[in-house]
């Protein structure tokens, strides 16, 4: 016969309802000591093993709740003023940006002034550069001046110490600059203190050490030598004359031993032209470059 087994439901109780059941019974505790002598009745020694420890420990949990909320406010007063110095030093760094561009444009301009009171003779209109060719250097670029403020073709362009180069086409409100050290421009130069000529050629790959080519050069007395000032020069029919080009950094006799090339360093700084002023005189000459 076989045997039936069966099987006993186990009966559990909730863990909350064991924390009720247990706290309920530490308080009724807590109020028997306080209404009776503590010290005569047995309900005393219980409270010793019991109540006692129970308050102990809910106060070593209640200290170090308070010590954790009190190190969560400290942090976050912490990353508060992390926060307040972040956006302070931000605020700073556009501040000195915006100063640092205030001073290169005031002494962009004070170039501009010096330049027009050195080319007084000449009408002169300013403009800003609005756009270049991709790469380091100003090779070619578009300034926001055009037909509309007098601009023409071959009108010569300055800035900083001296020529950045010749305007190439125009529109209304724009026109295109090609500078000096772009590798199809050549300028007929002149070495300031002999009046000697040479031929000023656009060198982008040279310019990547600060120079550009020149070529040429008659140089009978050897008079010339590095350091001497390069000016646009008289024969050219698209440059006004005394215009400084650069200075000579170096200087070799060529092969056929009669004339001399070498290299100049421009007076402009290339990689960074915002505004020029654009000469508006055209040079008169039937001789081409």
């Not at 209404?35 to 420990?57: H, M």
């Not at 200290?63 to 406010?73: A, F, S, V």
């Not at 578009?142 to 009108?155: A, L, P, S």
């Not at 772009?182 to 300031?192: F, K, R």
Request: negative net charge; hydrophobic residues 35%.
């Amino acid at each position: 016969m076989a045997k039936l087994h069966l099987k006993r439901k186990r009966f559990v109780i909730p863990d909350r309802y064991v924390l009720l059941i247990v706290t309920a019974v530490c308080i009724i505790l807590m109020f028997l000591t306080y209404f009776t002598d503590a010290v005569s009745t047995p309900l005393s020694y219980v409270a010793a093993y019991t109540i006692v420890p129970f308050e102990k420990g809910l106060n070593t949990v209640g200290r170090r709740i308070e010590d954790k909320l009190e190190q969560l406010k400290d942090i976050n007063d912490v990353m508060e003023k992390n926060e307040a110095l972040q956006a302070e030093v931000d605020r700073l760094t556009i501040e000195n940006n915006q100063l640092s561009e205030d001073r290169y444009e005031l002494s962009e301009l004070r170039s501009l002034y010096q330049l027009d009171d050195k080319f007084s003779a000449y009408d002169k209109v300013g403009a800003r550069v609005i756009g270049k060719d991709t790469g380091n250097w100003f090779s070619t670029f578009t300034i926001d001046k055009g037909k509309n403020d007098g601009i023409e073709v071959n009108m010569n362009v300055i800035s900083g110490s001296g020529l950045v180069g010749i305007v190439t086409e125009v529109g209304p409100n724009w026109a295109s600059v090609r500078s000096c050290i772009d590798d199809s421009s050549n300028i007929s130069g002149m070495v300031l203190s002999t009046s000697d000529t040479l031929m000023v050629s656009g060198d982008l790959k040279l310019m990547e050490n600060g120079d550009i080519r020149f070529s040429q050069l008659t140089d009978d007395g050897d008079k010339v030598g590095v350091g001497d000032e390069i000016v646009t020069s008289n024969v050219s029919n698209k440059f006004l004359p005394g215009i400084t080009i650069g200075y000579i950094s170096s200087i070799e006799t060529d092969a056929n031993n009669l004339t001399k090339s070498g290299s100049l360093t421009p007076t402009v700084d290339f990689r960074h032209i915002n505004t020029v002023l654009v000469i508006k005189e055209l040079k008169q000459s039937k001789k081409s470059e």
